[in-house]
């Protein structure tokens, strides 16, 4: 136990005390059946995702008062990608204000493909915060004298949200800037319009220092409660996003999180949720639990294809949908011993 790290003590009390709980063998017997589900396939258009091992499969759940239960690859290493982008979005709204941010990018879904070199023909905005160009112009809002404090503040607030300090992939990384040349033609273009000022070209490099963060669906389930919990870690306590914020986060992950399935993932499954390309997905069920999933394996929109199937059978199951009659969140609570009048003692101390 001499070389345990804290945070790795911390994982095991957290899963010696959610290991009765009832969601356990719910999550085991979902976890078991869409594990084979061979269908989609590992992106490959940024060379280092290609090389993902397409066998993993993580699904964790991580409560408003921070207990979790998970099971399958929740503590494998993986590039956050676009999940990273309702994040920044916050730290933009946290830093610069609602008003001077939708001046810079819009809030409409779009039914354009997430990379689509295109801007709102009447205000020249990206569409929403959630495609690459309006990704871009949120991290411009990133705030700092120079370029590295400007990455120590986005990686200071990544690290707030998991709990841990966080790392960038530089392989990821360096895949990205080779390959990123539509990421620069949409900067170009929004520097053309003014979306983005005169430094955008360290801005985007910020943008592909963000997507290459390396988190694990365990991250993604805290940082999804984060959210669920006004925008303080359920785990450290730690402020993560005002939480006057945290309903524009909610709101725009509902609408556009979900690449062009955006529209069907509200109707069908309800949860604002955001997905990334290295297989990752982060829903939030607010006032109860953040869901964090892992599986590489894509379907045609970009979206985890085993993870899409996990939340919705979840939705279904718990009565989880936004808009359902009689939201039934707190049945899912129950399944950890809790209501939402009762915090338990967190499984994290902290």
């Not at 610069?96 to 939708?102: K, N």
Request: aromatic content about 8%.
């Amino acid at each position: 136990m001499a070389d345990t790290t804290s945070h790795e003590i911390d994982l095991l009390l957290g899963r010696m005390k959610s290991a009765a709980s009832p969601l356990r063998e719910i999550l085991r017997e979902i976890h078991g059946r869409l594990a084979a589900n061979g269908d989609g396939r590992v992106a490959d258009y940024i060379p280092e995702l290609a090389t993902a091992d397409p066998q993993h499969f993580g699904i964790s759940i991580c409560t408003i008062d921070g207990q979790v239960v998970e099971v399958g690859d929740c503590l494998k290493n993986f590039t956050i990608q676009s999940v990273s982008k309702p994040f920044v979005f916050g730290i933009a709204l946290d830093e610069q204000g609602v008003e001077a941010v939708l001046q810079r990018v819009g809030v409409e879904p779009t039914g354009e493909a997430f990379n689509s070199i295109v801007l709102d023909e009447a205000s020249n905005r990206p569409f929403n915060p959630m495609v690459n160009a309006g990704a871009i112009a949120t991290a411009d809002l990133i705030p700092g004298k120079d370029y590295p404090e400007r990455v120590k503040k986005l990686l200071d607030t990544f690290s707030r949200y998991c709990g841990r300090d966080i790392f960038v992939d530089n392989a990821v990384f360096m895949s990205e800037r080779v390959t990123g040349h539509r990421n620069r033609a949409m900067a170009h273009l929004m520097r053309n319009f003014g979306m983005v000022g005169a430094d955008f070209e360290d801005s985007l490099e910020l943008y592909f220092q963000q997507c290459s963060i390396v988190v694990t669906a365990h991250d993604l389930a805290v940082m999804g409660a984060s959210l669920a919990n006004q925008g303080e870690n359920p785990v450290t306590r730690q402020r993560c996003l005002k939480s006057e914020n945290v309903k524009y986060l909610l709101s725009s992950m509902l609408t556009c999180g979900m690449y062009d399935f955006a529209g069907e993932w509200a109707f069908r499954v309800g949860m604002p949720a955001k997905s990334g390309v290295g297989g990752g997905i982060v829903a939030v069920i607010p006032g109860v639990a953040g869901i964090g999933l892992y599986s590489p394996k894509l379907d045609a929109k970009g979206n985890s294809v085993r993870g899409v199937a996990a939340c919705s059978e979840l939705s279904r199951r718990f009565g989880l949908h936004a808009f359902e009659s009689g939201f039934n969140g707190p049945t899912l609570l129950s399944q950890f011993g809790l209501t939402r009048d009762r915090r338990a003692t967190p499984a994290f101390p902290g």
